[in-house]
């Protein structure tokens, strides 16, 4: 079974702070992903890993930065947290074939800033 | 246009009946698609995909894919209360490596 932890379900953050959310998967899958989820606005893509210290923009990249360092992580790093940034947020692993293949979804971090 | 579309409830359906939840996707090339559950406050979980046109079976679920209409469907037979959640549709994004495109999920009721 594919594992994807996330190091923390509830995080409460003050404006500014500077955030740190990490991410874990164990079935050696070359892809890791950050979301974030809004209620109406579904699952928006944050940034893409394919591989190590290989990242990608997604939809919504603006004051996110991320490093994957090793295969098996993937942090999502809040430079200077705001409060519009309250949100929960999901990881999710897949492997990298020439078409999309299913993600796995950790359990997700609900941050709220204050 | 969103990318992929659905339609978002609730859609209340009795216990032991057969729920339908439909989607569509406007990017023609698109080659995967993935049903998730998503309970409250959970993250999502995979319930199945499918990659060819016509239906694909796993229990009490049924996907149904139909390219030339840029359409793919969710059967549940024989719902049960444990099924109330919201299911989201998932299509990767041509071009996009294996990024994909999520809807915003329909909210499913199972009475009793």
């Known amino acids: 079974d594919v594992k994807v932890t996330q190091s923390s379900r509830y995080l409460v953050k003050r404006t500014g702070e500077k955030v740190f959310l990490e991410c874990v998967q164990d079935m050696d899958h070359e892809n890791m992903f950050w979301y974030r989820q809004d209620p109406g606005l579904g699952l928006r893509l944050i940034y893409f890993?394919?591989?190590?210290?290989?990242?990608e923009k997604g939809d919504i990249p603006e004051g996110y930065s991320v490093s994957r360092e090793k295969k098996e992580r993937f942090s999502l790093i809040l430079e200077s947290a705001s409060t519009n940034q309250t949100s929960m947020y999901l990881c999710a692993s897949s492997l990298r074939t020439d078409r999309g293949r299913e993600q796995y979804f950790g359990p997700g971090t609900r941050l709220t800033v204050t | 246009q969103k990318e992929v579309e659905q339609n978002s409830g609730p859609l209340s359906v009795p216990e032991g009946a057969i729920a339908s939840l439909n989607c569509t996707y406007s990017?023609?090339?698109?080659?995967?698609f993935f049903w998730y559950r998503q309970y409250s406050g959970k993250s999502p979980e995979l319930i199945m995909f499918i990659y060819s046109n016509g239906d694909k079976e796993d229990g009490r679920f049924t996907a149904q894919l139909n390219k030339a209409s840029q359409y793919v469907s969710l059967l549940i037979r024989d719902s049960q209360p444990s099924d109330s959640a919201t299911y989201l549709c998932?299509?990767?994004?041509w071009g996009g490596g294996n990024k994909l495109t999520f809807g915003t999920g329909t909210q499913l009721k199972v009475e009793l």
């Open positions: 998932a299509v990767n994004r």
């Open positions: 990017d023609r090339g698109s080659q995967s």
């Open positions: 890993s394919y591989d190590v210290k290989m990242k």
